[in-house]
């Protein structure tokens, strides 16, 4: 069967048993994080939903247990925008001595103000690329030894954009610039933070082949989707049920359909042994060319080592 863009994540999963899984899904309040969660769950998976917001979780969680009693679904706190709290969150999971075999850095921020971190971060930068980079570095051992000691695949999922591909500034990633408020553009540093997500799995993915390691690491655009991902757009404001309504007219996909590429991503057969790749509709394509760029994709590594050093420890 030949998925497009209006499949969803159920379908994309059918018939997949993922009852021996573990999975981490970031930004699971709500949208395409509570539904990838729910659908990972309905398949099987121990599912940890880690947001910044444990009361929405919570709720997430009993919503998912609600429609399936048999779920196996848990919450951990964790602000990706707080190198501290991304560090705290992964010490949380280790304790709990769990395997890990799926991470789904699904979590992210759209065309915000301009506003720095807790760390002095551009908020879109931080939130979208350096926190999700640090969870993934923090929680990596354990994904090897569960992949080791299972002999699962362990499948890691950047959720970027097709902003990626027009949005990035010239040279794709600012590095000199990144936190400079006079030449903040929304949109430009969205762009940015995207185009880091497709190089952070690329140039993991190089590593985990070279290290000969059981793990994929792969990124995926999951669609234009109204979710509150849109709250920060003046348009969003009051025009909500107007954009539900046109959607199927101008291309926005349901909350059902985004999370179908991450969902075929992180548990179809079919995307087993792939790794290092971009996907658009459950079909891997073409990313842009600095996403493409392997001395980009180092670079980018360093620094993001530079910016998380004293939490890699």
Partial sequence: MAFTMRSTAEQVTKDVDASALTAIVTGGTSGLGAETARVLALRGARVFLMGRNVEAASKVKEDILHSIPQARVEVLEG?????????????DFLALKSPLNILINNAGVMASPYQLSKDGIEMQFATNHVGPFLLTYLLMDKMKETARESGIEGRIINVSSV??????????IAFDTINNEAKYNPWKAYGQSKLANVLHASELSRQLKEQGVNITTNSVHPGAINTNLLRHIPMYKGAKAILNHLGMFIGFRTVTQGASTQCFVALNPKAKGVTGKYFSDCKEVKPSKYARDPDLAKKLWDFSIGLTSQYLI
């Fill in 79 to 91: 602000d990706l925008s707080s190198l501290a709290s991304v560090k705290q969150c992964a010490n």
């Fill in 163 to 172: 902003g990626h591909t027009f949005l990035a500034p010239k040279g794709g």
